[in-house]
């Protein structure tokens, strides 16, 4: 007999039985031991259907393929650029993949991206021991001037972009800010100092309450409160 | 003689006063603050993060780095010279084969994740508090982790089996006395720590390994309760 | 590596506030709490922002130095925890965790705030040692100011433990005779970015900032100890104004005490 043992979106830690009974099908952050499944991770549980899930709440970013990220240059290479992305293993921009103009080679690299750069690039392949190759070429990847840089959790990316963009959209039309945030959690903001605070603010927010439903109205609120704007719903290409 | 009442009063079974906290380190992937009776420990974890010295990464995983730390503030008695000796570097190292057994570390090869754990005030069982706050810590980061860790010690003192010793009762002078620090994986109870010094019979020990089976579940809820209060229930609004 | 970011710093600098809106003198809030650890003879922990210090004091008896038979000692050991940054490494302390330390420890000795002579216990034989040690907990910037202030609140906090007639110290048993502290020594560093002077710098701040000066005070007219850190000179007239920074603010972290 299957029985659910916990409630959609309940925060679960790691052990916690989810379910027992073959019926349900474990995926992302559980695991099924005997006829029990348990969570791995500790985050929100998630139903759908018959397949048991978890949101992380927390934890480092991994490197996906399509990947648009906000990294920093670390290094000049040989043949390119090092780039952090704020995990364990850093990623390599390769001469052929920086610039749709012909690098040659014994070119100073410094002319194109200099040791500091803020980055927006795209992820092209990562291997199974995480060594990354990014590309510079394709729409809106760039390098970023002026702003600053906020870590924000890697899972929250998804509601501060929010579905096409809405949720960005809301916090550039409030605050009139440039913003890109990159999957791998680094989010660039560039704008007056006190709009800045604000967009930074909205952003803890919510990651603080990303878990809670009716962000958005919630959000839109807060946002039409501390700047006394109209704000709309509309999508927006994240910066991209 | 017997040992009829423990210095502070409790029952055999019982266990000090507990209470815990997660997320109390901002800058750390992860973080929790755990005490029991007057024994105090952080526990910060960092990572999965880069590794230096390349020749210390394994191709096939993170490796997992223990820190275990009194504070020269932290003991009963004179000063503890800071620095770590044998006693830190060995309990950092079964901190980590306590910790160790329910991490899948395969996800993150080559990294590192780092536990430190340091404790400003203890009163015996520390290395038990630093593992609960530690296995806390490793949830807060987010690592992929089968179940908790929960550590208590238990002991013999006289001809009674008790739960979670204070240092008096480990310096009891009366009688026999044997110090079992203990961790549990909660969901299994499979035993990934166990240490025992003093003087005791088998049936003794087996008898204190039940009994450590038995109050683990009371540490194992203060860590849930801990680690899910840092979330709010989740259905505001 | 950091020209974008202190090129942001200075031009929100430039603009009257900071990243997180203070102005350039404004300090987070400080809150001090003594008491905290109860194997110490005093203890306190401090919080500014999110930075966040424990600073323990242990009490010895010791042969005295040899050309100071009846003074006491003061010793002050910083160590900035793994536990509390990314940054910070497991092992002996650094450079700057040394540095913290000596600079602490100069504002306290300096001032004369320890009547070290009532530390004597037998002239030659036996003193008193003072062991404060200060531990990070969370950096969130500004660790200067938050250990001076936690090592004085310790002091403060602390109380001489009973000594038995042959000697020997009886930790468990507290008199309720506090330490004599005469002065109180605060410290507040004031750090150069640009043309700008802040107190209480945030990571960033610090990671971008030039210079530093860290200033110990009894109060307006009586300074006892001053460190200038940083990597760029500072000139004479720069000095003058960062003095002027640093006693004025002395007063709110003295506040807090």
Not at chain 2, 131 to 156: E, F, H, N, Q, W
Not at chain 3, 68 to 81: A, I, K, R
Not at chain 3, 125 to 143: F, P
Request: charged share 30%; aromatic share 6%.
């Amino acid at each position: 007999m299957s029985e659910l043992k916990t409630n959609d979106k309940d925060v679960v830690v790691p052990g916690e039985i989810l379910a027992t009974g073959m019926e349900f099908l474990p995926s992302y952050g559980t695991y099924r031991e005997g006829d029990k499944i348990f969570a791995s991770r500790l985050g929100l549980f998630n139903l759908d259907g018959k397949v048991l899930k978890i949101i992380p709440l927390s934890g480092k970013y991994i490197p996906k393929k399509g990947d648009t990220i906000v990294g920093q240059v670390t290094e000049i290479l040989m043949s390119g650029w090092r780039v952090e992305i704020g995990t364990a293993y850093s990623a390599v921009l390769g001469l052929r993949d920086a610039s749709n103009d012909f690098i040659n080679k014994g070119a100073d690299l410094t002319h194109y991206f200099n040791i500091g750069d803020l980055i927006v690039t795209k992820i092209v392949n990562v291997t199974t021991q995480f060594l990354i190759d990014i590309s510079m070429k394709g729409p809106g990847l760039r390098r970023l001037r002026g702003g600053r840089l906020i870590k924000v959790d890697s899972y929250k990316v998804p509601r501060i972009i929010g579905k096409q963009g809405s949720m960005v959209s809301m916090i550039k039309q409030a605050t009139d800010c440039r913003i890109v945030v990159g999957q791998n959690g680094s989010a660039w903001l560039s704008g007056e100092p006190a709009m800045e605070l604000l967009a930074e603010k909205v952003i803890r927010k919510i990651e603080k309450e990303a878990h809670i439903s009716g962000l958005t109205d919630r959000i839109k609120t807060f946002l039409e409160k501390e700047t006394k704007k109209k704000i709309e719903l509309r999508s927006d290409s994240n910066g991209i | 003689m017997v040992f009829k009442k423990r210095p502070d009063g409790r029952g055999f079974e019982d266990l000090r006063e507990m209470d815990a906290k997660v997320g109390v380190i901002k800058r750390a992937d992860g973080s929790a603050w755990f005490k029991i009776g007057d024994t105090e420990a952080y526990a910060a974890v960092y990572g999965p993060r880069n590794l230096f010295p390349k020749f210390m990464q394994d191709p096939r995983k993170a490796i997992l780095r223990c820190h275990y730390n009194m504070l020269p503030f932290s003991g009963s008695g004179d000063r503890i010279r800071p620095g770590g000796n044998r006693r830190s570097k060995e309990i950092s190292f079964v901190t980590k084969q306590a910790l160790l057994p329910v991490l899948d570390l395969s996800k993150y090869p080559n990294a590192v994740v780092d536990v430190f754990i340091e404790l400003p005030q203890t009163d015996a069982g520390s290395r038990c508090a630093g593992i609960t706050a530690a296995a806390m810590a490793l949830a807060d980061a987010g690592l992929p982790m089968k179940d908790l860790v929960s550590s208590v010690a238990v002991g013999r003192v006289d001809d009674k089996i008790l739960a979670d010793l204070c240092y008096d009762e480990e310096a009891y002078e009366d009688g026999p006395v044997a110090d079992i620090p203990l961790a549990f994986l909660p969901g299994s109870q499979k035993i990934t720590l166990l240490q025992m010094d003093g003087e005791i019979t088998k049936e003794m020990i087996m008898d204190s390994l039940e009994l450590g089976k038995k109050v683990l579940t009371k540490i194992h809820a203060v860590q849930i309760k801990a680690l899910k209060d840092k979330f709010g229930d989740g259905k505001d609004d | 590596m950091i020209n974008e970011l202190r090129t942001h710093v200075i031009e929100t600098l430039e603009k009257g506030t900071r990243f997180d809106g203070r102005k350039s003198d404004q300090v987070r809030d400080v809150s001090v709490e003594t008491g905290v650890t109860k194997n110490a003879e005093g203890s306190a922990r401090v919080k500014i922002g999110d930075t966040e210090v424990i600073a323990g004091v242990k009490l010895s008896i010791e042969k005295p130095y040899p050309d100071s038979p009846d003074n006491g000692n003061l010793m002050v050991n910083v160590e900035l925890l793994p536990l509390s940054s990314p940054e910070f490494d497991t092992g002996p302390p650094g450079i700057k965790a040394i540095e913290l330390a000596r600079v602490v420890d100069r504002g306290i000795r300096e001032s004369k705030a320890i009547d070290t002579k009532k530390l004597c216990v037998e002239k030659g034989e036996k003193v008193w040692t003072i062991s404060i040690d200060i531990i990070s907990i969370n950096d969130a910037g500004n660790l200067f100011d938050a250990a001076a202030l936690a090592a004085l609140a310790s002091i403060k906090d602390a109380v001489f433990p009973k000594v038995s007639k042959s000697g020997e110290i009886d930790y468990k048993e507290l008199t309720k005779d506090k330490l004599p502290l005469a002065k109180e020594p605060i410290e507040v560093t004031v750090w150069k970015i640009g043309e700008h002077f802040i107190v209480d710098p945030t990571p960033d701040e610090e990671k971008v900032a030039d210079a530093r000066l860290t200033i110990a005070s009894l109060s307006d007219k009586e300074l006892c100890a001053l460190q200038k850190g940083g990597e760029e000179p500072l000139s004479i007239e720069e000095i003058g104004k960062m003095l002027d920074v640093g006693l004025s603010k002395a007063g709110e972290y003295r506040s807090k005490l």
